[in-house]
Every structure is written in C-alpha cells, then in structure tokens.
C-alpha cells in the first residue's frame, strides 16, 4: 500500500492524473488496502486534470472501502467541480463536508463560492460567504472578489456594495478586480453614481 501510494504521489505532483489513476486501479484489481494518502493523491490528480468525473468514481470507492474523506480530498474535489463547471457538486461535497464534520478552510469556501460565482448563483455565493464570516476563517481577497462577482453577474448591486464595504472595513486587500467588480454591479444597475460617490476613495487609495 506504501509503494502504490508513492508512486500514485509522485504522478499527482508530476501532473500525470491518468498514470496516477491507472496505479490506483491496479489497487483495487489486487485488493490491496486503500487509504487516505493514496486515495487523496489520486483525487488531487485528477483535480489538477480538472476530471471531476474521476473524481466523483474515487469518492464512490472511498465509501465503499470506508476509507475517510479529509479536508484536502474534499479541497481537491470541490476545486475539480469547480473547475469543470459542476456548482451542484461543488455545493453538494461542501454539504459532505458538513454532514460528516470534515473541518473546513479558506480553501473550501473560496472554491466553493468560486464555483457558484462562475455559475452566477449569486444566492448561494452571498450565503456561503456570509457562513464563512460567521467561521474563525480568513476571508481574502479570492474569497470577496468571488462573491462580488457573483452579485455583479447577478445583477445584485446593492448586495456587491454592501459586502464591497464589509470587506474595505476588515483586513481583506482589496484589488483592482475587487473594485471593478464592484462598479460594474452599480453600472448594470443604473448606480454609476452612487458607485463612483461610495467607491472613489477606495480607488484613489488603491491607485
């Protein structure tokens, strides 16, 4: 199980999740045990080759040998999702997560809330930011600009401004995304003035 782990390790750091998986199947084909360091390295290949659907196969065989998720696997796994598109699955490992007390992270909420930005569900951002103010969990400026973003694609300018201010009174960078992001909200709302008013500090500061 070491060896199968090394070498699963060692293609998932050289970028090879097909060579990684085929080592991973070999696993299972001679019943050797799994466990979480090659399960995780597997899973992490395949989000690196952004193959969510691989890694949905994985977490199906991680079950059936009862083998535990953890903070990373699942990391990898929402951040596959994401990468692919797939914000129902991001959303429904975040769930997982919860359900089986799987600690979260920054990165869990950034992918997460990244993946419904790149969905704009907007709602879903906005609520999983506002779970993760709620943590003792750094938000940053992926984390603000993500949710921003959604708001800004959703149409949602008020909201884009009010976590705009929250984030400019905490310890979050913001960035030119983050401004940007911002005023375009207010522009698709018709509040270019109000935007300009409320964010030209910011700018100039930023500048």
């Keep these: ?13 050289g970028g090879e999740w097909d060579k990684a998986l085929d080592f991973f199947s070999v696993m299972v084909d001679c ?10 390295a597997a899973v992490s290949a395949c989000e690196k080759g ?6 949905l196969e994985l977490f199906s065989a991680m079950a059936q040998k009862d083998v535990e998720a953890t903070t990373t696997t699942c990391n990898a796994a929402i951040s596959a999702c994401e990468k692919g598109n797939m914000w129902r699955k991001a959303l429904q490992f975040f769930c997982i997560m919860e359900q089986t007390h799987v600690e979260s992270d920054d990165i869990t909420f950034n992918a997460t809330i990244s993946a419904c930005e790149k969905a704009r569900k907007w709602q879903q951002a906005v609520h999983l930011f506002r779970l993760m103010v709620k943590t003792t969990i750094q938000c940053d400026d992926i984390t603000i600009n993500a949710a921003i973003g959604a708001c800004e694609k959703g149409g949602q ?7 705009f201010n929250l984030a400019s009174r905490s310890d ?7 401004l940007g992001a911002a005023l375009n909200a207010c522009e698709k709302g018709a509040e270019a003035e109000l935007a300009l008013k409320l964010l030209r500090p910011l700018a100039i500061k930023s500048g």
């Design 1 to 13: 199980s070491i060896s199968f782990s090394a070498a699963i390790s060692a293609c998932e750091k």
């Design 31 to 40: 019943q050797v045990d799994l466990d979480t360091t090659a399960c995780s």
């Design 50 to 55: 952004a193959k969510w659907r691989m890694v």
């Design 157 to 163: 300018w008020q909201i884009a401004l009010e976590l």
């Design 172 to 178: 979050v960078e913001l960035t030119a995304i983050t």
